[in-house]
């Protein structure tokens, strides 16, 4: 289990096995700061709901299947409103970045903070910072009011502007404490919260009262520990577009082909969750499941097979599958965006050129291949209703851990849940489709394709057998 070099996890342990992995307080590096009456106690939005405030000693389970001997496991800190407040409103200055790719949600995410700051907690002071990180010391900040933000969840992308890279953490922190802000709000993904958790590190180094909470953005949806991330959810549904546009074109030409490349460097999430909902594709590729090209049980024979019996096929492939087999990609292994993310050939052009070479060599049969890359399509666009909601369920939930003096986390869904992670859980791995679980044979029951990666086995096995034969 990874954690900050710089602190120890915040670690409560109770009977029968149950665990905290509790988030950092701002009284635990400051003491005697002072606390005040939460203002929601007097929101009439408030007036009809019969418990306030979330109990001390709430926490929601990281796994809700056991057993009657089960030990009661790790939990997190529930999230919502607590009765005593480490913030006077008058006095807080909030800061709103927004870093890395697009990713449809943004602009709800920023609206949402802006408005439960504003509306629940009283707080007018509220900045943006352009451009990602770098906006910090570059001195790029907009005033951010409800009716600045009223419209904007309509939109796709951020208002504020992102960029990838940019984080020097003295620089931002010294932007911080010039500014007099007080609570920095940052959305982005696992680099992004890597930044925050340095950025938490050096403000407790430097014990300022000032609250370092992170939303979790990444439209692959391959954030460990949290169900889901926003956006992922409208990705889907905008993939469904793509994928009924490459059914169109393959069923309406002899032996036609779509090919469909999806979002999904590490984690194949989109494609399989897209593959799932259309029930249109006959094969989806994702990183997390190798597949070959040539020989018995490979991608070509499928695709010959499949055409002789339907006449037509739809092939979803995620953008960080078969990099090993691009022989290009040997060059680009080892570079790296600004993000620290890999570089990757465009294995959706690679796959549809070598299709056609295979059939062009073969001779067996003509097709007519069909190449979507809806990628920018999608990350753009804005979020729909399912995600609108969550966006401003976890803006929320932000903004009370920060007002309640919690620092350090990040806000997120954890078995239907609001809660608060610390950095660290949320920045030790990726969350990667499992192949032996049950979601992905559901895939291949819907797809009825070869499970390549026990199809290969199979050959290898034979040829050796073959060759120990001959000996």
Same mark, same amino acid.
């Given at each position: 289990?990874?954690? !900050?070099?710089?602190?120890?996890?915040?670690?409560?342990?109770?009977?029968?096995?149950?665990?905290?992995?509790? &988030?950092? =307080?701002?009284?635990?590096?400051?003491?005697?700061?002072?606390?005040?009456?939460?203002?929601?106690?007097?929101?009439?939005?408030?007036?009809? &709901?019969?418990? #306030?405030?979330?109990?001390?000693?709430?926490?929601?389970?990281?796994?809700?299947?056991?057993? /009657?001997?089960?030990? %009661?496991?790790?939990?997190?800190?529930?999230?919502?409103?607590?009765?005593?407040?480490?913030?006077?409103?008058?006095?807080?200055?909030?800061?709103? &970045?927004?870093?890395?790719?697009?990713?449809?949600?943004?602009?709800?995410?920023?609206?949402?903070?802006?408005?439960?700051? #504003?509306?629940?907690?009283?707080?007018?002071?509220?900045?943006?910072?352009?451009?990602?990180?770098?906006?910090?010391?570059?001195?790029?900040?907009?005033?951010?009011?409800?009716?600045?933000?009223?419209?904007? =969840?309509?939109?796709?992308?951020? *208002?504020?502007?992102?960029?990838?890279?940019?984080?020097?953490? $003295?620089?931002?922190?010294?932007?911080?404490?010039?500014?007099?802000?007080?609570?920095?709000?940052?959305?982005?993904?696992?680099?992004?919260?890597?930044?925050?958790?340095?950025?938490?590190?050096? *403000?407790?180094?430097?014990?300022?009262?000032?609250? &370092?909470?992170?939303?979790?953005?990444?439209?692959?949806?391959?954030?460990?520990?949290?169900?889901?991330?926003?956006?992922?959810?409208?990705?889907?549904?905008?993939?469904?577009?793509?994928?009924?546009?490459?059914?169109?074109?393959?069923?309406?030409?002899?032996?036609?082909?779509?090919?469909? /490349? +999806?979002?999904?460097?590490?984690?194949?999430?989109?494609?399989? #969750?897209?593959?799932?909902?259309?029930?249109?594709?006959?094969?989806?590729? *994702?990183?997390?499941?190798?597949?070959? +090209?040539?020989?018995?049980?490979?991608?070509?024979?499928?695709?010959?097979?499949?055409?002789?019996?339907?006449? =037509?096929?739809?092939?979803?492939?995620?953008?960080?599958?078969?990099?090993?087999?691009?022989?290009?990609?040997?060059?680009?292994?080892?570079?790296?965006?600004?993000?620290?993310?890999?570089?990757?050939?465009?294995?959706?052009?690679?796959?549809?050129?070598?299709? /056609?070479?295979?059939?062009?060599?073969?001779?067996?049969? $003509?097709?007519?291949?069909?190449?979507?890359?809806?990628?920018?399509?999608?990350?753009?666009?804005?979020?729909?209703?399912?995600?609108?909601?969550?966006?401003?369920?976890?803006?929320? !939930?932000?903004?009370?851990?920060?007002?309640?003096?919690?620092?350090?986390?990040?806000?997120? +869904?954890?078995?239907?849940?609001?809660?608060?992670?610390?950095?660290? %859980?949320?920045?030790?791995?990726?969350?990667?489709?499992?192949?032996?679980?049950?979601?992905?044979?559901?895939? +291949? !029951?819907?797809?009825?394709?070869?499970?390549?990666?026990?199809?290969?086995?199979?050959?290898?096995?034979?040829?050796?057998?073959?060759?120990?034969?001959?000996?």
């Amino acid at each position: 289990m990874g954690s !900050s070099p710089n602190s120890k996890p915040k670690i409560i342990r109770g009977t029968a096995g149950y665990v905290l992995e509790d &988030v950092p =307080h701002m009284a635990d590096y400051i003491p005697d700061l002072p606390t005040y009456s939460n203002p929601l106690q007097n929101n009439p939005a408030y007036s009809v &709901v019969k418990q #306030y405030f979330v109990h001390i000693d709430d926490s929601v389970p990281q796994k809700i299947i056991a057993n /009657k001997d089960s030990p %009661r496991g790790v939990h997190f800190r529930r999230a919502g409103p607590r009765q005593r407040v480490y913030f006077e409103s008058d006095d807080v200055q909030a800061a709103i &970045v927004t870093c890395g790719g697009l990713c449809p949600g943004l602009n709800t995410v920023i609206r949402e903070l802006v408005c439960a700051l #504003y509306h629940m907690y009283g707080v007018k002071k509220i900045l943006g910072i352009n451009g990602g990180y770098k906006g910090f010391y570059a001195h790029n900040t907009i005033t951010l009011t409800p009716k600045s933000v009223n419209d904007i =969840h309509k939109r796709g992308g951020t *208002i504020l502007g992102s960029s990838r890279g940019g984080h020097d953490t $003295t620089k931002i922190v010294d932007s911080i404490q010039d500014r007099g802000i007080n609570q920095v709000y940052i959305i982005g993904g696992d680099g992004t919260q890597r930044g925050a958790d340095r950025i938490f590190e050096e *403000i407790r180094r430097r014990r300022l009262k000032v609250a &370092v909470v992170g939303i979790p953005k990444t439209i692959d949806n391959d954030i460990p520990v949290i169900d889901k991330s926003f956006g992922f959810d409208t990705a889907v549904e905008e993939a469904q577009r793509a994928i009924n546009a490459a059914h169109v074109e393959a069923e309406s030409g002899e032996n036609g082909i779509g090919v469909v /490349k +999806l979002m999904g460097r590490y984690s194949g999430f989109i494609a399989m #969750y897209a593959t799932l909902a259309s029930r249109d594709v006959d094969c989806c590729l *994702i990183p997390e499941s190798p597949f070959h +090209l040539e020989g018995p049980g490979g991608l070509f024979e499928f695709t010959e097979k499949r055409l002789k019996e339907n006449g =037509h096929m739809v092939i979803v492939i995620a953008e960080g599958a078969g990099q090993e087999l691009v022989s290009e990609s040997i060059q680009s292994l080892h570079k790296q965006d600004a993000s620290g993310n890999k570089l990757l050939q465009d294995v959706g052009l690679w796959i549809s050129q070598k299709i /056609k070479d295979h059939f062009t060599k073969q001779k067996t049969m $003509t097709i007519n291949l069909k190449y979507i890359d809806p990628t920018y399509m999608i990350r753009a666009v804005p979020s729909n209703a399912s995600d609108n909601v969550y966006c401003t369920l976890l803006a929320q !939930s932000a903004v009370h851990g920060a007002m309640a003096g919690y620092t350090g986390f990040t806000s997120g +869904l954890v078995n239907g849940r609001q809660t608060y992670i610390p950095f660290y %859980r949320i920045t030790e791995g990726q969350n990667k489709v499992i192949i032996t679980d049950r979601m992905w044979a559901r895939l +291949l !029951s819907s797809t009825n394709q070869p499970s390549f990666t026990i199809a290969k086995t199979v050959s290898e096995e034979k040829r050796e057998e073959e060759a120990n034969g001959h000996e």
